[in-house]
């Protein structure tokens, strides 16, 4: 059964700072995997996706995939107070669906 | 672009009552997916279908019903409500199962006294 782990559990970051994210995954047949934001009171919204090895930038987010560690990350360039929320990786598992970490709570301090 | 609506937005209940939820989606979207979160906490999978009238135990199924009846629409029925239960039930539908974005509705806040 796939299990997902998120570090750290919370994070302050400086305004204008790098904020980086990390996920572990255990199935090593996962062949894909999500970053989703949620802001207080929020539905989740997904951020980025990654199928292959390697990096994917898209604005001021880069996602990082490394398959062999079982690891990802997500990192943000000149975070900024709107990005303080709770971030949850995803990563897929049998049968169609997504297994989620429990989230790491970002706080962005201008 | 579409929209997951979920209703009620607030439901309380007594211990021992049985609740259900409702979730509606306009994406025509195959699948659909129940979850539950705790005080922020990150996501746990309760039931999901990936067409209408099928339906996949999520790894917290135990205590819940669910039903698809039609292609837009997904309940969920708590059997038995527990005291002092807090949580958030969040819906989400997409196009292709555990490869594709997760669309989510915004919550049906439970609480029981």
């Known amino acids: 059964q796939q299990k997902v782990q998120q570090s750290p559990e919370s994070l302050i970051v400086p305004e204008g700072a790098m904020t980086s994210l990390n996920c572990t995954f255990s199935?090593?047949?996962?062949?894909?995997f999500a970053w989703y934001r949620q802001h207080s009171g929020k539905a989740p919204k997904a951020l980025m996706s990654?199928?292959?090895?390697g990096e994917k930038e898209e604005g001021r987010f880069t996602i990082h995939l490394n398959k062999a560690s079982l690891h990802f990350s997500l990192h943000i360039r000149d975070s900024q107070p709107s990005d303080s929320a709770l971030y949850l990786c995803a990563a897929n598992s049998a049968g169609n669906k997504l297994t989620f970490g429990i989230g790491t709570r970002v706080l962005v301090r201008p | 672009g579409g929209i997951i609506t979920q209703t009620p937005k607030f439901l309380i209940g007594q211990e021992g009552q049985k609740l259900t939820l409702k979730c509606q989606q306009n994406?025509?979207?195959?699948?659909m997916y129940w979850y539950r979160q705790d005080s922020g906490k990150g996501l746990r999978l309760i039931y999901y279908s990936i067409t209408e009238n099928d339906l996949q135990k999520g790894d917290l199924s135990e205590g819940y019903d669910a039903s698809r009846e039609k292609k837009s629409s997904f309940s969920l029925t708590v059997t038995s409500a527990q005291k002092n239960e807090m949580a958030v039930f969040l819906c989400?539908?997409?196009?292709?199962?555990?490869?594709?974005?997760?669309?989510f509705g915004p919550g049906t806040r439970l609480t029981v006294l």
């Open positions: 990654i199928f292959s090895n």
């Open positions: 994406f025509n979207h195959d699948t």
């Open positions: 199935d090593s047949a996962s062949q894909y």
């Open positions: 989400a539908s997409s196009m292709a199962g555990g490869y594709a974005e997760q669309f």
